[in-house]
């Protein structure tokens, strides 16, 4: 297998009624984290890296080991630049081999979102890659503040989101409804009649971002209003940092068992990535084989 384009894999799963998770990757032990939960539930997975986590990730390094592992596996992986934010990136990205990339322009108004994202589209299809972009804004920041509140003025407008997708021809369109990035305060409430609304006149598949936090029966309810991809960090990020501490206290301080410990972070993402993918319904989804590929 190579590496697949998010379009084919999202409009797959938009078409089908269940959500592919896109998890975030920092570093090889959750690479191999999120790989082994998707290999052992047969399911699609979307690999993503954050402009806001480079200063963590190298790209030059971690590229090409995705593309090794992508090379192996027998289910969809797809390499989404998460949170592209500047032109510069996103052009690495490209040279990279990224089969999509979501530009954030929510923080620019409205016009200037939209000539925005038409630029990050005129750049990516000649290469065939599937762009996604936000509208609204999803409470909290990305790799930012522990605690995000979403904030109901900045929650995506229904006319503008079927003007943005029209005049920006992107594929997947991140949507502010409630959700946010890091944890909540308190518990989520998603505005589900907005989320069916833009679904109804956009008609691409819908992204849910801060997935960590919200419950089950919330996130099927999105997925049968038009949520396709779901992005989730929080969650694993929080049960490396309890492997870390409950191993650090059987451990104390012996030198060489840092080796153990990496496993116990890589067991414990993969646990937390295997149940978000249960939720999602992507298990079993794989189907390698129907899908267009990219040469790596
Ligand atoms: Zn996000």
Not at 238 to 253: F, L, N, S, V
Request: net charge negative.
């Amino acid at each position: 297998m190579t590496l697949v384009y998010m379009k084919t894999v999202l409009d797959k799963a938009y078409k089908n009624g269940y959500a592919v998770g896109a998890f975030n990757v920092i570093n090889m032990e959750f690479l191999e984290a999120i790989i082994t939960a998707a290999r052992k539930s047969a399911s699609p997975v979307i690999l993503n890296i954050a402009e806001v986590h480079l200063p963590f990730v190298t790209l030059d390094n971690i590229v090409p080991a995705i593309k090794a592992v992508a090379g192996r596996e027998r289910f969809d992986i797809v390499l989404n630049l998460d949170h592209g934010l500047t032109i510069p990136t996103i052009e690495k990205a490209i040279s990279l081999g990224f089969t999509s990339i979501m530009f954030d322009g929510s923080h620019l108004d409205f016009d200037e979102n939209i000539r925005q994202t038409r630029e990050v589209v005129k750049l990516c299809r000649p290469w065939n890659i599937t762009v996604e972009a936000e509208l609204g804004a999803v409470g909290g920041a990305e790799g930012g503040e522990l605690i995000g509140k979403a904030d109901p003025a900045k929650y995506t407008d229904i006319n503008q989101a079927k003007q943005f997708v029209n005049e920006t021809g992107i594929d997947a369109l991140a949507v502010a409804i409630g959700n946010s990035h890091g944890k909540y305060k308190g518990e989520p409430d998603l505005d589900f009649d907005r989320l069916k609304a833009i679904r109804d006149v956009t008609g691409i598949p819908l992204v849910l971002h801060g997935g960590s936090g919200i419950s089950a029966a919330d996130f099927k309810r999105a997925i049968s209003l038009g949520i396709a991809k779901i992005n989730f960090f929080t969650g694993m990020s929080e049960a490396a940092m309890k492997a870390t501490a409950d191993y650090m206290i059987t451990a104390g301080q012996r030198y060489n068992d840092y080796p153990m410990m990496m496993n116990r972070v890589r067991e414990q993402v993969a646990r937390v990535v295997s149940e978000q993918m249960d939720i999602f319904g992507s298990c079993g989804k794989a189907a390698a084989d129907l899908t267009e590929t990219k040469p790596v």
